[in-house]
C-alpha cells in the first residue's frame, strides 16, 4: 500500500513527508528561475506595463503632481499592483529594466504553486497539496505565460489565493480566524489592483456565505450576525488596498471602478485569432473557442484528473470540492453564454486553469489513496507527469505554446490550426542566433528588421541595430503568426522551432525570392507588397497587389472579415488616388459589407461622393 502519510525526522522534529516534498519542488523551480529567465523574449504587452509601473511611482513620489499615467489610452484603467512592484523590485537588481520584470513575472508564478499546494492541504492533506502544487508546476501553458505576462499571470495568483482563502472561511464558518479574514481582504485587494474582474472573487464569497447561512438555518439570525461583520471587514481590506494599488480609483473611489466596469464591457478592440484552420475576428469566434482552447492545451494529466474530480465530486458530494470546480469552470461558461470577444488563445480566460488543474488533482489524490485503484492511479498519473515533463523541456523556453497530444495531437500539428507564438517570444532567440551566426560588416553593426517594435529592447547594442524597413535589413525576423515569415522574401537562413514546431524564420532578404511561391501564395506578402508600392507612390502596381492579395485570401479560406475589409479599404484608396470613383464607392461598399458601423469607412464614402458632387449622399 501506497503510505501518504509517511513522516520524515529531520533533526529533532518530525515532518509528513510530502511537506518536505512540496519544499523541495519550490527549491526546484526556484533554481530553474534563477537559470532561465533570461531565455524569455518580451511580450507585446510588456513595454506598456513597464512604463505604468514607473509612472504609478513617480505619481506617487511627486505628491501626486506627475499625471503622465492618465495620459494614455486606456492603461490607468487597470490596477497597477503588479506594474508597480515589479518596477520597485527592478530598482534592487542589477538586471535591464525587463529581465527585472521576467524575474518578477517568474515569482509571482512561483506564488501561484505555492497557493495550489495551500488548497489541496486543505482539501486532503500534504499529500493532496503536493500534488496539487506539482500539477501547477507542470501546466505549460501556465510555466511558460509564468515569465513574461504581466497581467494575465499576477491576476491568476491572486485569483487563486482568494479562492484559498474562500475556502478555508467556508470551512472555519461561522467562527473565522483573523488571519484569513486579513489574507483573503489582502487577495482579492490585490485582485482588483490588476483587474477589476476581480470582483467576481466577491460574488463566490457572498456564495460561499449563502451556502453557511443555509447550511446554519435553524440559527440563521445569530450566525447572520457573527458572518456579516466579517464580511464587511473582508470588504473592507479589499476595497482599501485596491485604492491604494490603483491611481485612477483612488482618485475616484466611487465612480472608477464603476467606469472602468462600463468601459471594459463595451469596450472591443478588434483582434485576430487563428482558429481552427481560419483568422477569425474576436466579435465573430464561434461558442466553442474557449472550451476548445482548454481541451487541446490542458496537459493529458488535468484532463484525467478533471474527470476523476468529477468521479469523486458525484460519491463524495463535498462543497469544497464543488466550490474550487465551480471557480475554474464558471469563466468559461461565462465566455461561452455571453460569446465574449477573446483573442490570443485562452489568454484572458488564464485565471480559470489554476483552479481547475488543483480540482483534477484533488480528484486523483482521492483515487491514488483508494486500495483498490492506488497503484493504476498513481502508474497512469506519473506517467502524464512524466510526458508532459518532457515536452516542456523540448518546448522551452516557449512553454506557452503547448498543445497536449490526445486532443490537439502536439505542438507540431496544432500549429496547423492554432495560433502558436502569438507573442513573439521566439525573438529574443532568433536575435541571439542572428548576433552569434552572422558575420559583422564592416565598420557596421548588423541590421535586425522585423514587424515588432520590441526587437530594439532585445539587442547587443555592440552587435546589431533594429531597423525599421525589413526589407534593407541584413536578417528579417518573422513569426509564422499573420504570414509574416512570408512578408519578406529572401533566402531562409534559419528557423526558431520548439518540440519540432516552426515557429521564427531568420530571412536575409533578397529580391531575386520575390516570385517563389513559397511568398506570393501568401495574401499577407501581397498586402504588404501593396503598402510599399503604395509608399512610393505606385498606385497602378499597388491596386494589383492588393487585388491578388484579396484574391489569394478568398481562395485560401482562412482570410477573416476584418483583414478582407482592410483589403477593399486599401484597393478603394488606390482608385480614388487614381480619380476612379465610381470603383472607390463600389468597393468601399464592398468593404462596408464586413464592418457596415466601421466609422472611418463611412468617412471615407461621403468624401468618394462629395468628389462624384452628390452632396446629399455625402
Known amino acids: 500500500m501506497i503510505n501518504t502519510n509517511k513522516q520524515i525526522q529531520i533533526g529533532q522534529h518530525t515532518y509528513p513527508a510530502f511537506q518536505v516534498a512540496f519544499i523541495c519542488l519550490i527549491a526546484l523551480q526556484s533554481i530553474l528561475i534563477l537559470f532561465t529567465f533570461r531565455d524569455y523574449g518580451i511580450t507585446s504587452d510588456e513595454t506598456h506595463h513597464i512604463k505604468y509601473g514607473e509612472q504609478i511611482v513617480r ?12 495620459q494614455t489610452e486606456n492603461t490607468w484603467l487597470y490596477g497597477g499592483f503588479f506594474d508597480t512592484t515589479a518596477y520597485l523590485i527592478s530598482q534592487l537588481l542589477p538586471l535591464d529594466r525587463y529581465d527585472a520584470n521576467h524575474f518578477s513575472n517568474a515569482i509571482f508564478g512561483l506564488l501561484g ?50 479562492v484559498y482563502y474562500i475556502i478555508q472561511c467556508y470551512k472555519a464558518s461561522p467562527n473565522i480566524p483573523y488571519r484569513y479574514i486579513i489574507g483573503l481582504g489582502l487577495s482579492i485587494g490585490f485582485a482588483l489592483g490588476i483587474r477589476i474582474g476581480g470582483l467576481l472573487l466577491i460574488v463566490y464569497l457572498s456564495i460561499a456565505f449563502a451556502i453557511q447561512l443555509y447550511q446554519h438555518r435553524h440559527t440563521f439570525v445569530s450566525t447572520l450576525k457573527t458572518l456579516l461583520p466579517k464580511f464587511g471587514l473582508i470588504l473592507l481590506i479589499a476595497y482599501l488596498t485596491m485604492l491604494i494599488c490603483w491611481p485612477y480609483a483612488l482618485q475616484n473611489p466611487i465612480s472608477g471602478p464603476i467606469i472602468a466596469l462600463k468601459k471594459f464591457s463595451q469596450f472591443v478592440q478588434p483582434h485576430t485569432s487563428f482558429f481552427a484552420g481560419r483568422y477569425v475576428l474576436n466579435t465573430e469566434l464561434p461558442r466553442d473557442y474557449a472550451p476548445t482552447w482548454l481541451l487541446i492545451t490542458l496537459p493529458e494529466f488535468a484532463l484525467f484528473g478533471i474527470l476523476a474530480g468529477l468521479y469523486v465530486l458525484l460519491i463524495k458530494k463535498r462543497i469544497d470540492h464543488l466550490f474550487l470546480l465551480f471557480t475554474g469552470a464558471f469563466p468559461i461558461l461565462y465566455a461561452v453564454i455571453m460569446n465574449t470577444p477573446l483573442y490570443d488563445g485562452l489568454r484572458h480566460l488564464l485565471f480559470a486553469i489554476p483552479p481547475l488543474t488543483v480540482f483534477g488533482v484533488v480528484g486523483i489524490s482521492n483515487i491514488i489513496q483508494n486500495p483498490k485503484s492506488q497503484y493504476m492511479g498513481a502508474t497512469i498519473t506519473l506517467l502524464l507527469f512524466m510526458g508532459t515533463t518532457i515536452e516542456m523541456i523540448r518546448l522551452h523556453p516557449n512553454q506557452y505554446i503547448y498543445f497536449n497530444t490526445l486532443i490537439a495531437g502536439g505542438p507540431k500539428n496544432a500549429s496547423a490550426r492554432y495560433e502558436t507564438d502569438y507573442w513573439e517570444n521566439t525573438f529574443k532567440q532568433g536575435i541571439r542566433w542572428a548576433e552569434k551566426n552572422l558575420p559583422t560588416p564592416p565598420n557596421k553593426k548588423i541590421q535586425i528588421g522585423g514587424f515588432s517594435e520590441n526587437i530594439r529592447y532585445m539587442l547587443d547594442n555592440t552587435r546589431s541595430v533594429p531597423t525599421s524597413y525589413p526589407e534593407k535589413s541584413d536578417v528579417y525576423l518573422g513569426t509564422t503568426r499573420y504570414d509574416r515569415h512570408k512578408k519578406v522574401p529572401g533566402e531562409i537562413l534559419h528557423i526558431i522551432t520548439s518540440a519540432n514546431t516552426p515557429l521564427l524564420y531568420l530571412i536575409r532578404p533578397d529580391t531575386s525570392y520575390q516570385h517563389n511561391p513559397f ?62 470613383y465610381n470603383k472607390a464607392l463600389n468597393t468601399y461598399f464592398q468593404a462596408l459589407e464586413y464592418a457596415p458601423n466601421n466609422g472611418a469607412l463611412h468617412n471615407n464614402i461621403g468624401i468618394v461622393f462629395a468628389r462624384l458632387n452628390d452632396h446629399d449622399e455625402a
Open 113 to 162: 504553486v505555492i497557493a495550489a499546494y495551500r488548497i489541496g492541504t486543505a482539501l486532503g492533506g500534504p499529500f493532496t497539496g503536493f500534488l496539487a502544487a506539482l500539477a501547477l508546476f507542470l501546466t505549460p501553458r501556465y510555466y511558460g505565460h509564468a515569465f513574461n505576462n504581466p497581467k494575465d499571470i499576477p491576476f491568476a495568483v491572486c485569483y487563486l489565493w482568494s
Open 519 to 580: 511568398f506570393t501564395d501568401s495574401p499577407f506578402y501581397q498586402f504588404r507588397l501593396g503598402e510599399i508600392l503604395e509608399a512610393e507612390n505606385k498606385p497602378n502596381d499597388a491596386l494589383t497587389a492588393y487585388q491578388k492579395s484579396l484574391e489569394k485570401g478568398l481562395q485560401q479560406a482562412t482570410a477573416e472579415p476584418f483583414f478582407l475589409m482592410r483589403i477593399y479599404i486599401r484597393i478603394g484608396n488606390q482608385y480614388e488616388t487614381l480619380k476612379k
Open 59 to 70: 505619481w506617487y513620489t511627486s505628491g501626486f503632481k506627475d499625471q503622465a499615467l492618465f
